[in-house]
């Protein structure tokens, strides 16, 4: 096993002031989804392979600083059959190289690239194995599959390149200045049997490539669209958390449905896949606890606060790390928010204060004043938004799961289990309230579809009302 070495300050340079004015210049690139490379301190890029061009274009993509700790896997008995393209790749690209059907049996095959990996670098997946005919998607080899099940951390970026099987083919020596275009998905981060994680990743080359057709054929870029936020509302002993739950599967039959609960899960094809603890999550959910030992509302506010402020950025890598269709959460960062506030300034909370909260939290109102009488009334919100987390997530769509205080209590009571400072009839009938009127204000000034649901029913009950209006919302049907 060997580490790797850094691409040079020299070759560095050269790939700044040579390589790229001349792939700009020869071949043309246009890049969609350059984004979903942003703030990413670590990654592994996979591509489909035509030509030796592919590395040049996915060099041409990386930001500057990315190219030193970047790496291709390549093969070395091909590139070293010629000296001075082994020469000029291995000065070039400084690649992880492989002998392809030959792994080392009293080693780890995928030594020297968990090696750069763990040591910060980026590396280059052709998960093809070797260039395939000009224009056709061969079947991935279980290889990277293999790979991602000892590295499930490291976020994997997808690339659909198309141009290059025509610029400059396999077994031609004749290089056309024929335009060419990447299409960069979203980051993945995969777990489970590696031959699930390896048919996954084909499949998202797969739709890359379709959306590429679509784009050519439409003549206008491809714009991936967000994923519809599902928030179910409800007290405690609402049972949010189970009905949430069995709606984001019956959801998943026909759509790649994440769900943000007491656990993080995904469902597709109605069922439920392993998914990686992300460290947010393990953060989220030591705090949580925390707060749930709090023994008065005093010693709850703060750990609370920073649970919901977890979760919504928990929603935001639920997004981009899994790429679901919809996702569907168990209570909203948000919404939630508003409605504990009635726990400590009940006596204020109007409709009117609470659609201002929404507009200052949301970041949707921004041209609120400093001196604002809402700071003095709130003095988190002027926190919130000096610290830059005055953005969290407005829902979607909304369902509440509205019981009496006192059914909540005696379904608390009937688990056996430890009550948490806030889970008495006063206490709950106040954020009842509060819910009520978070629905009412969302409904009439943010035009948020909004269902409140007689939660005294069975569960199945309140489970297929939730699923129904879900799935009759436009743009988010199932």
Known sequence: MSKPEKISWSARLLHVVFLRPIVRIIFGVNIIGKENLDKLEQFIIIANHNSHLDIALLYFLLPIGYIARTHPVADLPHFSKFRIVFSLVSFFFKPIWVTRGKPDIEDDPFGDIKSALSLGHNVIIFP????????????????????????????????????????LPRKSALILPIWNSLIVGPPQKCTGEHRQITKRLENVIIELANSESARRHKRRPHERKRPKQVAFLGIDGSGKSTISSSVAKSLSVESRVGLVSDELRFFEHGESEHLQPLATEKIRHAIGGYSKKAKSLKFYKIPKLTELLLRDQLLGMVRRWYSPDLVVMDGSPLLNLLAWS?????????????????????????????????????????????????????????????????????????????????????????????????????????????????????????????????????????
Request: hydrophobic share 35%.
């Open 128 to 167: 093809e194995g070797t260039r395939g005919e000009p224009g056709e998607l061969q079947h991935f080899k279980s290889g990277i599959g293999r790979l991602m099940t000892q590295c499930p951390d490291i976020p994997i970026v997808p690339v659909f390149i198309t141009g290059p099987e025509r610029a």
């Open 342 to 478: 009635s726990l400590y300034k009940g006596d204020i909370m109007d409709n009117a204060v609470c659609s201002k909260i929404i507009g200052i939290v949301s970041g949707r109102v921004r041209e609120t004043k400093r001196d604002d009488p809402i700071y003095a009334l709130f003095p988190e919100l002027a926190h919130l938004k000096r610290l830059g987390l005055a953005k969290l997530s407005l829902p979607d769509i909304v369902v509440l799961i509205d019981i009496k205080p006192e059914t909540a209590c005696g379904r608390i009571d009937s688990r056996g289990e430890h009550k948490q400072v806030h889970e008495t009839v006063d206490k709950l009938s106040r954020l009842r309230d509060a819910y009520l009127r978070v629905c009412d204000v969302i409904r009439e000034d943010w035009n948020v579809p909004t269902l409140i649901i007689d939660g005294e029913q069975s569960k199945t009950d309140v489970a297929t009302a939730g699923y129904e209006f879900v799935n009759k919302t436009p743009g988010v049907e199932a």
